[in-house]
Nanobody
């Protein structure tokens, strides 16, 4: 498994920006950001494959969030702009053991999570 550590969460106002970082012990082809709000199931936010050649976003964050990774430094980012109260959740980075990056069942390594709270 891969050891992942998230950072960068916080409490902000609607419309503000945050950048989450995820450092990992070894790279996997498919990596991504996920979030879980209280009382809700975990949902995929953004995934990235390879060195960043392909990215996929949840409809709710398209145009506002950007996922990227620095291959040489084993760090992945999630730039979050125009934050909304509904973005409030614990955000996790994950690494997949497979190559079907959209298959969440193949994500077997997770960070401890970082809290993002957006107030209106």
């Amino acid at each position: 498994q891969v050891h992942l550590v998230e950072s960068g969460g916080g409490s902000v106002q609607a419309g503000d920006s945050l950048r989450l970082s995820c450092s990992f012990s070894s790279s996997r082809y498919c990596m991504g950001w996920f979030r879980q709000a209280p009382g809700k199931e975990r949902e995929g936010v953004a995934i990235i494959s390879g060195a960043g050649g392909r990215t996929v976003y949840a409809d709710s964050v398209k145009g506002r969030f950007t996922i990227s990774r620095e291959v040489s430094r084993d760090i992945m980012y999630l730039q979050m702009n125009a934050l909304l109260p509904e973005d409030t959740a614990t955000y996790y980075c994950g690494a997949s053991r497979g190559i079907d990056c959209s298959n969440e069942d193949q994500y077997d390594s997770w960070g401890q999570g970082t809290q993002v709270t957006v107030s209106s």
